[in-house]
């Protein structure tokens, strides 16, 4: 019999993935942090749900094709191609509103313009015209898509990136494990055309770029700056935590700066939703000297 005194064991669930079991032993050390890691929980668990219906794309991956794109460096992934259903869209955007809401992540009145944007017909719409715009690039990242003035562009970014991503991680992985993603040498993602947001140094000493969109990892130099490609090491600032586990990449050109997981000598992986939320203190002290992300 189990005692009335007794704190019960938790029990991982199927849900509880290995990032759901990091994210909780950050919260225990980092209270701190807690509404941001709640926030992403909801939003794995909302994400996983939705991952587990969207089939594998079908795209044509060559190396013919390959070579052809990373000449014109040019992202291989058209919108048409991604595995969309309408009904898992438009579920998702209205969640993601709601989660990002309930956390203080965005306002009522915006919440209220984005669950009816998640009901309108348009929305396929806007979400290709969001696509398109951020997958247009030249080298350096930066967007060759004639620029239009959007007033729900930051809002959507924002809540498009994280609704989008279990459909384009989907099609992620049919990308990820090619021996030609090696070939790919720009600084933008070479499936969908996002910006890296996130870093890892691997047990080789490489550096590999995470895309913020569908978290596809490429090989790039390891000490030139991936927003304006300035390559002069005497104008990248690095800085650490105490313990080396992780690091800042800060370009003195562009004021912009990359965060890094080192995995030399790391008791894991990467995980780019925690180790984002992990080095949050990064992020404070990169933005007090003058750099943004």
Known sequence: MISELAEPTPRLSRSDTREVIELRALRERHPELTDAIDMHLELLEMQ?????????PSFALTVDIFTRHQSEARPLLKFEDIPLALTDLRLIVRQTADIMRRFGALESDDCHRVQAMGRDEGLVDRVSAWYRARSDVREGGSNTATPHKDPDGPLLDQVFMLAMRPFLARCAEVLQPSSELSRWTHAHCPLCGGEPDFSVITPAAERHLICGRCALRWKFEPLTCPYCLNSDRSRITS?????GQYRVYACDVCTRYLKAYDARRAPRPVMPVVDSIATLPLDAAAIQRGYSS
């Not at 996983?48 to 594998?56: T, Y």
């Not at 800085?239 to 313990?243: M, V």
Request: glycine share 8%.
């Open 239 to 243: 800085f650490a935590t105490t313990d």
């Open 48 to 56: 996983r749900r939705v991952q587990g219906r969207i089939p594998l």
